[in-house]
């Protein structure tokens, strides 16, 4: 049996001198406590040394990807095949199996083949001959770095880390710059509090104290290139007439100087907004044609990475940002939120109040397709992103409107039509009622021909009824004779109306059943008076 061995250097081909050893592999760690020992159960026979890093990363890429480098095919084709009985031990099953298709080599990978494997890991450095410590060290730390970055399959235009990182600073930033003017305008309140309620603006308002310093110097300080005309007037008015408290001049250096930082920080955060969005064009275009760059980035940060956000059903992209909300909401039984961080998005924004819950489910659908095309595509434009911008400004503007609108993948309703109905009575067919096998096919046949017939039954009875009809009209009509005698007329009078109340009795009463117990049952009290009156 062949052993292959891979090392960061090159592949290894030992000899396995005791096949035994092979299927005996419990205490197989003993026979290899020392170099001697090792030597006598494999031997080296061949070792394929790698030209340099790029030889044994293409070799380690093939290995993982489990497909036969261009090497290792010479020194199998050169050693093994000329042996056909020969089986070669290997320790990956997907390589094994492309060995056998490529050589028609016959390749075992299992558990002691792996056990094998670390026994000769343990004594590689006495089995390999020719290659020192130091040299192997540094080949397998220069092959782990290669291996890793082709793993990581490096692209600096869709790393997300950069997005999420520069989106957290900007709104560091924002917290700064609000706290520290808070703090200018309430130190230089104390001096001048009317300029605070004329310039709203917070960089303005800083550049003014940062030129004009005390108040007293408002009156010669030209104010036009920071102030309107108007402002400026306004300002110079006001500080005639302040309210406000005197302090020394290294109070105001103190502020002036606070003010200096505040301008930095101002034009540091321009500078990082105009990297983010050009970070977010190149890595998502399409999110941000639909959301804009800052939200954009807020949802990318919030999700973690591009492909966390891309993962996310739409339903959890427009909550996102708002998972206190919601969870208060689940627990006390309330409404749950509408919109999370896509509300200060400019569509949501420009929309109605009634509107901004519609329009909002509406952007986080787009939204989810447009990143999880951006995350996964080859060649992403922002076509898709302007195409569904322009659909979802026309539904906003139909909305705002009044207009309503269907929804999407519905049909629109038909025009009504005028049209005749034609009345058309189907009989049924007693024949197909039932399952059982009891009507012969002439019988049916005669059934679909006349469907309302009568049955031979219902005939019989019709029949009887008929002619117990008639026979109680000629008992109900005089007898009109020919014999003079009268006493033959009264007995044949007598005998007809006999012959009625029989049929008429006979007609009336229920044939009497046998009852369980086996008794006969009583006689009919109508028949009993009858036989009384004869």
């Known amino acids: 049996m062949f052993i292959l061995y891979e090392t960061p250097a090159g592949y290894a081909i030992f000899k396995l001198l005791d096949d035994n050893k092979f299927k005996e592999i419990d205490n197989l760690y003993l026979e290899f406590e020392s170099p001697e020992k090792a030597s006598k159960i494999v031997k080296l026979k061949h070792f394929e040394k790698f030209a340099d890093t790029t030889e044994a990363l293409s070799a380690a890429t093939a290995a993982v990807e489990g497909k036969l480098s261009k090497p290792l095919k010479k020194v199998l084709k050169k050693l093994v095949v000329d042996d056909v009985q020969n089986q070669l031990l290997v320790a990956d099953a997907k390589l094994g199996n492309a060995i056998k298709d ?65 989106q957290t600073l900007l709104d560091d930033l924002d917290k700064e710059l609000n706290n520290y003017m808070m703090r200018v305008r309430e130190w230089y309140g104390w001096h001048f509090p009317e300029l605070g309620k004329i310039l709203a603006d917070n960089i303005t308002y800083v550049k003014t104290i940062k030129l004009v310093g005390m108040r007293d110097n408002v009156a010669d300080t030209d104010l036009s290139d920071i102030l309107l005309e108007e402002l400026e007037q306004h300002v110079k008015e006001a500080a005639e007439i302040s309210m406000g408290t005197e302090i020394s001049e290294e109070d105001i250096t103190n502020i002036q100087n606070l003010c200096d930082e505040i301008i930095n920080i101002n034009d540091y955060r321009a500078h990082l907004s105009d990297y983010l969005k050009a970070r977010m064009m190149a890595m998502a275009p399409n999110l941000t044609v639909l959301v804009g760059e800052t939200v954009g980035a807020r949802l990318i940060a919030h999700a973690g990475s591009l492909v966390n956000l891309a993962k996310h059903p739409a339903s959890t992209v427009q909550i996102l940002g708002s998972e206190k909300a919601l969870f208060r909401a689940l627990k006390t039984k309330k409404d749950t939120p509408k919109y999370g961080l896509i509300y200060h998005a ?15 489910r509406s952007l986080a659908a787009k939204a989810s397709l447009a990143t999880r095309v951006d995350a996964f595509g080859d060649d992403v434009t922002m076509q898709l992103g302007i195409d569904h911008r322009a659909k979802l400004e026309t539904r906003l503007r139909m909305l705002e409107e009044g207009n309503n609108t269907r929804l999407s993948g519905v049909k629109a309703k038909a025009k009504l039509q005028k049209f005749h109905s034609v009345s058309e009575v189907k009989t049924f067919k007693v024949a197909t009622d039932s399952t059982l096998p009891t009507t012969s096919s002439k019988k049916a046949k005669a059934e679909e021909d006349a469907p309302n017939a009568p049955s031979p039954k219902k005939k019989k009875k019709a029949n009887q009824q008929e002619s117990a009809v008639e026979e109680e009209q000629e008992a109900a009509a005089p007898v009109d004779t020919e014999v003079g005698d009268g006493s033959v007329k009264k007995k044949k009078k007598k005998k007809a109306n006999q012959e009625a109340d029989d049929s008429v009795m006979e007609a009336t009463v229920e044939e009497p059943t046998p009852t369980s117990s086996g008794k006969k049952p009583k006689k009919s009290k109508v028949k009993k008076s009858t036989e009384d009156d004869e």
Do not use: W
């Open 102 to 166: 490529k050589l028609a080599l016959q390749c075992i990978a299992n558990t002691s083949v792996m056990e094998l494997m670390r026994c000769i890991r343990t004594q590689s450095e006495s089995l390999l001959s020719g290659l020192p410590k130091k040299e192997m060290t540094a080949m397998s730390l220069g092959l782990a770095h290669s291996l890793s970055r082709y793993k990581l399959k490096f692209s600096p235009d869709k790393i997300d880390t950069m997005i999420v990182q520069a």
């Open 346 to 360: 400019t569509l949501v924004g420009s929309a109605s109040t009634k509107n901004k819950g519609r329009i909002s």
